[in-house]
């Protein structure tokens, strides 16, 4: 199989093959929409995810989980929807009325929801099979509202698990092509922010984070514990080195180095849970701590964090810059240097 195009497409939905985290970065082993997938229209070819666009139905089952926005379908956009929910004539969501898939919705997705008025929200699942599509989408809206009591808010959105209404095939096709006709007239706010920023934090996190904004004002509590997906606590131990892989191959820039680079800051705001600073890590320095409480107001401002701060000094042997410890004033590659070939140099008089 040979794939030259960066765009994949199967009828409305496409897979943007550049914005994979999968394909960008080889310390990355994400396979969250290989998981949920029921056609199993997504594989690795030669180490990069590739669409079967033959056996892809447009089902939308894996756009929400995608944590950098690269999967999208042309007849929906979940950002869109979820901000104008509130204002809608909309008494339930559901795939047999207003939505490709239920699981086209991320937990930010349902929280922003929550957060931006106080319209019922009902999610109709009945017509979901058992499996991990339906496991999928029970879990992200128990999450939310998980969330959301433990701020102190006074909603939920509720869950038909079975069929209340039956409806003619005939009233149920209307239905759907009607939606989906009005939807096709907007273009994408997703798109639209991506064009016209260089950010590479998804939108559905952008939309979280002001959200959270317009209510951090009325909350019973700003720190929640780290049990949620978008929380994401990060921690460098004394081993790091400073060798700067992690600030480097950070794709959200939620690592950065200060102007003299002797100390490593972290914006959890910023933070799309694609492990690559841990898995690039050689002395394994950057580690997740989830079980540390969390501020929003931290989150929701983009507020930075100091991860470690290192005491640089030159090295007498190489003359570069190395985080000092103790001891000699020579760096630890220099050190093993001498360690392993010093006889090597050794002069006659020194013998």
Do not use: W
């Not at 929409?33 to 666009?53: M, S, V």
């Not at 879990?139 to 006074?154: C, D, H, P, T, Y």
């Not at 509720?158 to 209307?174: G, M, P, Q, T």
């Amino acid at each position: 199989m040979r794939v030259e195009n960066y765009t994949q497409k199967s009828g409305l939905f496409e897979f943007d093959r550049l914005k994979c985290l999968r394909n960008e970065y080889f310390h990355n082993a994400c396979t969250l929409c290989i998981d949920i997938c029921p056609e199993e229209a997504f594989h690795i070819y030669r180490g990069k995810l590739t669409l079967k666009e033959e056996q892809c139905t447009a089902c939308s089952s894996c756009i929400g989980g995608c944590p950098t926005e690269a999967l999208s379908v042309e007849s929906f956009d979940p950002n869109r929807f979820v901000l104008e929910y509130q204002d809608s004539k909309e008494e339930k969501i559901s795939k047999k009325q207003n939505v490709p898939c239920l699981a086209i919705f991320d937990v930010d997705h349902y929280i922003i929801m929550m957060l931006r008025g106080d319209k019922e929200i009902v999610c109709d699942i009945s017509d979901y099979d058992e499996g991990l599509i339906k496991e999928t989408i029970i879990g992200r809206i128990e999450s939310a509202n998980s969330f959301v009591k433990e701020i102190g808010l006074e909603k939920e959105i509720k869950l038909i698990v079975e069929e209340d209404v039956v409806a003619s095939r005939r009233a149920l096709f209307k239905k759907v092509v009607s939606a989906v006709s009005e939807i096709q007239e907007d273009t994408s706010i997703t798109q639209e922010f991506i064009k016209d920023s260089k950010s590479k934090i998804p939108f559905k996190q952008t939309l979280l984070k002001n959200s959270l904004k317009q209510v951090l004002g009325d909350l019973e509590t700003t720190v929640v514990d780290g049990s949620y997906p978008f929380l994401l606590n990060k921690e460098i131990t004394k081993a790091c080195n400073n060798c700067g892989e992690c600030v480097q191959f950070c794709p959200s820039e939620a690592l950065t180095y200060t102007a003299n680079s002797d100390e490593i800051i972290y914006q959890m705001g910023k933070c799309i849970d694609c492990d690559i600073c841990n898995h690039i890590c050689k002395v394994d320095a950057v580690i997740d701590n989830n079980e540390k409480e969390f501020d929003l107001v931290t989150f929701a401002f983009d507020r930075a964090e100091s991860l470690i701060k290192h005491d640089l000094r030159v090295c007498k042997v190489c003359r570069c810059a190395f985080p000092y410890t103790e001891g000699e004033l020579i760096c630890s590659r220099c050190h093993t240097f001498e360690n392993d070939f010093g006889d090597m140099f050794k002069l006659a008089s020194d013998l």
